[in-house]
């Protein structure tokens, strides 16, 4: 018989001040596996160490004999900053070293998963057949029209 095992995430607690203490409110509810939120308005400490925010975890983690299922991780202010196809190019550079990071933290916990929010929509482009997706990608896609967002 397999053993099915739910896990709660620390970040369902937002009035308690310190994530130590909100995934230590987990620990009480019974659950032995938790989601860890990375919600960060700057990437900078991440990008710089990200070993440090996972030693930090981890002693969270070990303190109240936790594993970690998942980080979510969420840099910047808004959605848009957030997104991952973000129409600037200089800050999706920036939110690729992010998420970098944060999958070395994921790593670092031995969390399976790892979770981001979903991009913003643009403006609906109507490709012409044959035109290349990318410069990267010439001559993909010839058998149809796309759509892709810009």
């Known amino acids: 018989m397999?053993?099915?095992?739910?896990?709660?995430?620390?970040?369902?607690?937002?009035?308690?001040?310190?994530?130590?203490?909100?995934?230590?409110?987990?620990?009480?509810?019974?659950f032995e596996l938790v989601d860890v939120a990375l919600f960060?308005?700057?990437?900078?400490?991440?990008?710089?160490?990200?070993?440090?925010?996972?030693?930090?975890?981890?002693?969270?983690?070990?303190e109240h004999e936790l594993a970690t299922e998942d980080v979510?991780?969420?840099?910047?202010?808004?959605?848009?900053?957030?997104?991952?196809?973000?129409?600037d190019g200089s800050v999706r550079a920036r939110g690729r070293l992010e998420f970098s990071a944060g999958a070395r933290v994921a790593a670092e916990l031995g969390a399976p998963g790892i979770t981001i929010l979903p991009g913003v929509t643009g403006r609906r482009i109507r490709m012409q057949p044959g035109q290349p997706a990318s410069r990267s990608s010439p001559g993909a896609w010839r058998r149809r029209p796309r759509w892709v967002w810009r």
């Open 2 to 30: 397999q053993t099915t095992c739910i896990s709660c995430s620390e970040y369902s607690f937002p009035a308690v001040s310190t994530q130590r203490a909100r995934i230590g409110i987990v620990r009480l509810l019974g």
């Open 72 to 87: 979510f991780l969420a840099v910047g202010g808004t959605v848009e900053d957030i997104a991952p196809n973000q129409r």
């Open 40 to 62: 960060l308005a700057d990437g900078s400490d991440l990008i710089s160490d990200p070993g440090a925010i996972a030693a930090s975890l981890r002693a969270s983690l070990t």
